[in-house]
C-alpha cells in the first residue's frame, strides 16, 4: 500500500481547485478520476457560465477546464494524477481501495479531499428502459464528447438549467427539441436559459409529464399528460409526441457512499437530492482530515463548486501543516464569494439546505 | 448521426476503425467508446434484460448503471459505454446474465 | 407568463426598452428578468453603462445615456440575454447573440422570430462577426421592418443541408 500526504477524488471543478490549493501551498497530491479526462460535468459544457470573473464567469465550461488544469501544470513533480482509476471502497483509516482496468490496489492519504459531484436521478414512467430514454449527461457525453446526435427528436423531461442548457446544446448539434415537459407549475432553471430556447421555437409545457414511452426496439414516441395540484396524471389529457429520444434531466443525487463507507456523519438534506455529508465550516467533515466539496456537498454549481473546493484545499493544506499565504483572509474572502453567490433566489435552496445542515451563511 | 458541423466543438476528422457487431462488419472512429461507435451507426439496442428479455440500451454512459453491457471478444458483462474501441472488436448483443450467444 | 413558458409580456419587453427618440442611437437591451449571481454585461462593457452592483443577484440596470450600442456585452452574456437595438428611418437595426451553424452570410434574407418563438418577417443580414472576440458567440446585424421594433428578438435557425 503506498502513503500519499494528500488525495483528492474526483477531478471535476471542485477537485481541481482543490488540488490546486493544496500544490500552491507546497504539498503533493495524488488526484484520482474515474474518467479518461479530468474535467467532471465542465468536460460536456460548450456553453458560457455565470457567476463574476473570480469564477470565470462568460467563459464556456470546456474552457473555464483548461485555465484550471493549466494551473496545475507548473506543479508536476509534485502532482500525480491517476485517470480511468474509480475508488471503489473506503475505510476508517484514511485507507481507499482503488479499480484501475484490471488492477486493484490500496492507497492511504493523510488528508483525503473529495469531490466526486452527483449521479443523474432516474425518472419512473411506463418503458423508462426502452433504448432511447437516456439521462441527460449521457445525451451530452454523446454529444459533446464523441460528437454523435443520440437521436433526430427529442422530448426533453424537466426545465432546471440541465434540462434547458442541454436543449439548447441538442440544438447546436442539429437535432430537433419537440418540446420540453415540467411537472412543476414553472420552470425551475434560470429564465434566461428558458427564453433562449422558446424563442427558437422549443414549446415548455409546466404541469405536464411523461406517462410512457413508446416503441418496440427503441423509443418511437412519447405519451405526455397534464397533471393536477398533486402532481398526478389526468386521464383524457394524454398526447403523443414522435420523438426517437427522451432525456431525462430531473435532478441530482450527490454520491456519498464512499463517504459513508468511511464512517462520515451525513444527513438527508431535500434541497441537496439526499444523504449530504455533515461539515464543519472549514468543509472538513465528521472524520478528521477528510474534506468534502462541490456537488456531493450540495447540489449547485461549478462556480461555487470551484470555491468550495479552495476552502477543502486552503484547509487541508494548513492541516498538514504547510503555511498558506493570507489564509485567513483569503477563506474569509471565499466564504464571501460563497454568500454572494447564494444570495438571490437560485440560492434560496441552497441556504434552506445548509441552514439544516447547521452551516451558518 | 455523426455531428457534421458545431458552432462551438471543433470536431477533427479521424481516422476510422473497423469493427464487427453481431458478425457484421461496421466502422467506429478513433475516440469512439464500442457504444457511442454502435450508437454512431444507428445500433441503439445493445442487451436485452435478464428476466423479461427486455431492450436495453445505454443510459448513463459513465459507466455508472451497467445498461449497456455486451459481450465482448467472448467476453460478457463490459460496459460498453466507457469500453474503448479498438480495431477488429467482436461486439455481440448480450442476453440475460451474459452466457456466450450460441452461434 | 414567463415563468410558465420563457415567454416575456409586451409590457416586460418595453419596461426595458428607451424611448424611441433614443432608440434612434443604437442602445442595449437588457432581458435578464429574475434575480440571478451574474455580472459579465457589468464587467464586459468598456462604457461602464451597465451596474449590477455590489448584490451579485441583482438585476443589470443600464444608463443609456452612456451605452453606445457596441454590442460587446451582447456576446458576453452568458444568457444570451442582450441585443442591441437601432430605428433607422422605416427600419429596426438589430445586433444579435447567435450559436449555430452555418453562419448567415452578409446580404442574406433570414426568418425572424418573436420571443414566442413564431416568425414574424423577413429581415437581412447586413454584417456578421465572429472573430476571436466575439469566442464563438457570433454578432449578426440585422435590418428589420420598424413596426417590429419590440418583437424581433432572434432569426430562425438554418441548418443547412
Ligand atoms: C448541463 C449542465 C449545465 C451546467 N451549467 C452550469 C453553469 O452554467 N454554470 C455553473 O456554474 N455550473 C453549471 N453546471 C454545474 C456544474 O457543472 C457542477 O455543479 C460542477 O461540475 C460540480 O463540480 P464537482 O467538482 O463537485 O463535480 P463533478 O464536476 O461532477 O466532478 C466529479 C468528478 O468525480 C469523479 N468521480 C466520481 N466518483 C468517483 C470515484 N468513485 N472514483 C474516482 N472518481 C470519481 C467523476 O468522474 C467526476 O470527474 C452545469 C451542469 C450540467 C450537468
Ligand atoms: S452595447 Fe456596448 S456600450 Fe452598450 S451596454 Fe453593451 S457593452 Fe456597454
Ligand atoms: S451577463 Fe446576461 S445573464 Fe448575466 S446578469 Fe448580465 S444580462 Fe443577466
Ligand atoms: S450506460 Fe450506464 S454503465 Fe454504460
Request: proline share 4%; hydrophobic share 35%.
Amino acid at each position: 500500500m503506498q502513503n500519499k500526504e494528500a488525495i483528492v477524488i474526483g477531478g471535476g471543478p471542485a477537485g481541481l481547485t482543490a488540488a490546486f490549493e493544496l500544490l500552491q501551498a507546497g504539498a503533493s497530491v495524488c488526484l484520482i478520476d474515474r474518467n479518461e479526462r479530468l474535467g467532471g460535468q465542465l468536460t460536456k459544457q460548450t456553453h458560457m457560465f455565470f457567476g463574476s470573473e473570480k469564477q470565470y464567469a462568460s467563459h464556456r465550461g470546456i474552457d473555464i477546464l483548461e485555465i484550471l488544469t493549466n494551473a496545475l501544470g507548473k506543479y508536476g513533480n509534485k502532482l500525480e494524477i491517476l485517470t480511468q482509476t474509480t475508488v471503489v471502497g473506503m475505510y476508517r483509516d484514511k485507507v481507499l481501495a482503488c479499480v484501475k482496468g484490471d488492477k486493484f490496489f490500496k492507497l492511504k492519504g493523510e488528508k483525503i479531499v473529495f469531490a466526486t459531484g452527483a449521479s443523474e436521478k432516474a425518472l419512473p414512467f411506463e418503458n423508462n428502459d426502452l433504448p432511447g430514454v437516456y439521462a441527460a449527461g449521457a445525451v451530452q457525453t454523446l454529444m459533446n464528447e464523441y460528437g454523435i446526435k443520440p437521436g433526430e427528436k427529442v422530448l426533453m423531461v424537466g426545465s432546471g438549467n440541465i434540462g434547458l442548457i442541454v436543449s439548447y446544446q441538442l440544438m447546436q448539434a442539429g437535432v430537433e427539441v419537440v418540446g420540453l415537459v415540467e411537472a412543476a407549475d414553472r420552470i425551475g432553471g434560470y429564465l434566461v436559459h428558458a427564453s433562449k430556447i422558446k424563442r427558437l421555437g422549443v414549446d415548455i409545457l409546466t404541469k405536464t409529464s411523461v406517462k410512457r414511452a413508446i416503441g418496440k426496439e427503441s423509443v418511437e414516441a412519447a405519451e405526455i399528460w397534464d397533471l393536477d395540484e398533486q402532481w398526478q396524471g389526468i386521464e383524457g389529457t394524454e398526447r403523443t409526441l414522435e420523438v426517437d429520444t427522451i432525456c431525462v434531466a430531473v435532478g441530482l443525487a450527490p454520491l456519498t457512499e464512499l463517504l459513508q463507507q468511511m464512517g462520515v456523519k451525513v444527513q438527508y438534506v431535500r434541497e441537496f437530492g439526499g444523504n449530504v455529508p455533515v461539515l464543519d465550516e472549514n468543509y472538513q467533515t465528521s472524520v478528521e482530515g477528510v474534506y468534502a466539496c462541490g456537488d456531493l456537498v450540495n447540489i449547485e454549481e461549478a462556480s461555487s463548486a470551484m470555491v468550495e473546493g479552495r476552502i477543502a484545499g486552503i484547509n487541508a493544506a494548513r492541516s498538514l501543516g504547510y503555511d498558506v499565504e493570507n489564509a485567513d483572509f483569503r477563506i474569509k474572502a471565499l466564504h464571501h464569494e460563497l454568500k454572494d453567490l447564494r444570495g438571490g433566489p437560485p440560492g434560496d435552496k441552497v441556504r434552506k439546505g445548509l441552514k439544516k445542515l447547521g452551516v451558518a451563511t | 448521426m455523426r455531428i457534421k458541423e458545431h458552432p462551438i466543438l471543433e470536431l477533427a476528422e479521424k481516422p476510422p476503425i473497423p469493427f464487427y457487431f453481431n458478425g457484421k462488419k461496421l466502422y467506429g472512429i478513433e475516440g469512439d467508446t464500442i457504444a457511442s461507435a454502435l450508437h454512431a451507426n444507428g445500433v441503439k439496442k445493445l442487451s436485452e434484460s435478464i428476466h423479461l428479455k427486455r431492450p436495453r440500451g445505454f443510459y448513463c454512459a459513465i459507466g455508472n448503471c451497467a445498461s449497456c453491457n455486451m459481450v465482448v471478444d467472448g467476453e460478457p458483462n463490459v460496459r460498453t459505454c466507457i469500453t474503448p474501441l479498438k480495431e477488429g472488436m467482436r461486439v455481440e448483443n448480450q442476453q440475460g446474465k451474459g452466457h456466450i450467444h450460441a452461434k | 407568463m414567463i415563468e410558465k413558458d420563457g415567454v416575456p409580456s409586451l409590457n416586460q419587453v418595453k419596461a426595458e426598452f428607451p424611448t424611441l427618440e433614443t432608440l434612434e442611437k443604437p442602445k442595449a437591451i437588457i432581458e435578464c428578468y429574475k434575480r440571478i449571481p451574474c455580472n459579465p454585461c457589468e464587467t464586459s462593457c468598456p462604457f461602464d453603462a451597465i451596474t449590477v452592483g455590489e448584490d451579485i443577484n441583482d438585476r443589470p440596470r443600464i444608463d443609456f445615456d452612456k451605452c453606445t450600442g457596441c454590442g460587446i456585452c451582447v456576446y458576453n452574456c452568458p444568457g444570451l440575454a442582450i441585443t442591441v437595438s437601432q430605428i433607422k428611418g422605416e427600419e429596426v437595426h438589430l445586433k444579435i447573440p447567435y450559436e449555430f451553424t452555418p453562419l448567415p452570410e452578409k446580404g442574406k434574407r433570414v426568418n425572424v422570430m418573436n420571443r414566442s418563438g413564431e416568425v414574424i418577417t423577413q429581415g437581412t443580414v447586413t454584417k456578421v462577426q465572429a472573430g476571436k472576440k466575439q469566442n464563438k458567440t457570433a454578432l449578426i446585424h440585422l435590418s428589420i421592418p420598424k413596426e417590429y421594433v419590440y418583437e424581433a428578438i432572434t432569426i430562425e435557425v438554418s441548418h443547412g443541408s
